[in-house]
Nanobody, 114 residues
Framework: QVQLVESGGGLVQPGGSLRLSCTVSGIRFSILAMGWYRQAPGKQRELVARITRIGVTNYQDSVKGRFTIARDKRERTVYLQIDSLKPEDSAVYYC????????WGKGTLVTVSS
């Protein structure tokens, strides 16, 4: 059974930082890409950052320079370092894995508020 478990969300003040983690288990095939999406209330889910199997990364324009995606060598954990947080970054952040198949975690809530 495939499982993606996110952690690291929470309440943080504007300008603060968080590090999100997503641990993947149960995928037998090579992972093609790992990514983070987010969904704010009343809005569609959107791509935040993505890293491919060969290490190519791409970011949503609004987070470039503030967010950094990385993964461990075994490609079973993906991280999202979030710096200089803004209130508009508040959302549920979801981990996504593309393998043969598309898999999602249950999400971790990030709230940016003073």
């Amino acid at each position: 059974q495939v499982q993606l478990v996110e952690s690291g969300g929470g309440l943080v003040q504007p300008g603060g930082s968080l590090r999100l983690s997503c641990t993947v288990s149960g995928i037998r095939f090579s992972i093609l890409a790992m990514g983070w999406y987010r969904q704010a209330p009343g809005k569609q889910r959107e791509l935040v950052a993505r890293i491919t199997r060969i290490g190519v990364t791409n970011y949503q324009d609004s987070v470039k320079g503030r967010f950094t995606i990385a993964r461990d060598k075994r490609e079973r954990t993906v991280y999202l370092q979030i710096d200089s947080l803004k209130p508009e970054d508040s959302a549920v952040y979801y981990c996504n894995v593309q393998a043969p198949g598309d898999y999602w975690g249950k999400g971790t809530l990030v709230t940016v508020s003073s």
